[in-house]
């Protein structure tokens, strides 16, 4: 075999070293803290404070 073979040129090779996981939950936890925080029920709140007020 000839040692002057042509090489074909190599092409860089696209790897981002993440894992497809660790994407996918940077991605859900970006959405999570990117919404305004829920108002807290309104029946579970005062079980709450009523529960505290009994303990007092």
Do not use: F, I, Y
């Not at 002057?4 to 939950?25: I, Y």
């Not at 991605?27 to 709140?45: K, L």
């Amino acid at each position: 075999m000839p040692a002057t073979e042509p090489k074909a040129p190599r092409q860089p090779s696209a790897l981002a070293g993440v894992s497809m996981r660790d994407l996918l939950a940077s991605c859900a936890a970006a959405e999570a803290v990117s919404r305004p925080p829920r108002a807290p029920d309104p029946v579970t709140a005062e079980k709450r404070h009523t529960r505290h007020r009994e303990a007092a």
